[in-house]
């Protein structure tokens, strides 16, 4: 497959709400897994397709567990609550601590269309609600609560 651009924070595509989608084609396929590629090769643990300037509503998410595939994902129920720092492959070497549910129940459909329900706890929970932000134009940055904070560490010499 191939790696795809990563949006960056600013580009207007990240604003947008995406469109559901209504039928599997080799094209949606190609972007799914090019969309894994991209997220395992940015260290990321979750993509959406907006991040890649595509509004469609697919999201790639891998916490260690392997792949989860999300089609037209929506979030069923949620409840509890974590606080913790949070990242994004859009705004590279920055985080902000965000409060999200520490449980969440989604629905949505598989590379084969097929509908599944999907439940996660603490970092599973996180990327659900994060990347399903992005389907609808939002992202992190508008729920960090306090600064924004750089990532990477200089190395002292």
């Given at each position: 497959?191939?790696?795809?651009?990563?949006?960056?924070?600013?580009?207007?595509?990240?604003?947008?709400?995406?469109?559901?989608?209504?039928?599997?084609?080799?094209?949606?396929?190609t972007l799914i897994h090019d969309m894994l590629d991209t997220m395992y090769e940015a260290e990321?643990?979750?993509?959406?397709?907006?991040?890649?300037?595509?509004?469609?509503?697919?999201?790639?998410?891998?916490?260690?567990?392997?792949?989860?595939?999300m089609i037209n994902p929506r979030i069923i129920s949620s409840d509890g609550e974590q606080v913790?720092?949070?990242?994004?492959?859009?705004?590279?070497?920055?985080?902000?601590?965000?409060?999200?549910?520490?449980?969440?129940?989604?629905?949505?459909?598989?590379?084969?269309?097929?509908?599944?329900?999907?439940?996660?706890?603490e970092l599973l929970a996180r990327a659900i609600c994060h990347e399903l932000d992005h389907l609808?134009?939002?992202?992190?940055?508008?729920?960090?609560?306090?600064?924004?904070?750089?990532?990477?560490?200089?190395?002292?010499?």
């Amino acid at each position: 497959m191939a790696l795809r651009t990563i949006r960056m924070l600013g580009d207007p595509v990240l604003n947008k709400v995406c469109r559901e989608v209504k039928e599997m084609t080799p094209k949606i396929r190609t972007l799914i897994h090019d969309m894994l590629d991209t997220m395992y090769e940015a260290e990321g643990v979750g993509l959406a397709a907006p991040q890649v300037g595509i509004l469609k509503r697919i999201v790639t998410i891998d916490i260690g567990d392997g792949p989860i595939i999300m089609i037209n994902p929506r979030i069923i129920s949620s409840d509890g609550e974590q606080v913790g720092g949070e990242a994004c492959l859009s705004f590279p070497g920055k985080a902000g601590q965000v409060t999200r549910p520490n449980h969440v129940v989604a629905k949505a459909f598989n590379e084969n269309m097929e509908e599944y329900e999907i439940e996660g706890t603490e970092l599973l929970a996180r990327a659900i609600c994060h990347e399903l932000d992005h389907l609808d134009g939002h992202m992190y940055t508008e729920l960090v609560e306090g600064e924004i904070y750089d990532t990477v560490n200089e190395e002292e010499d």
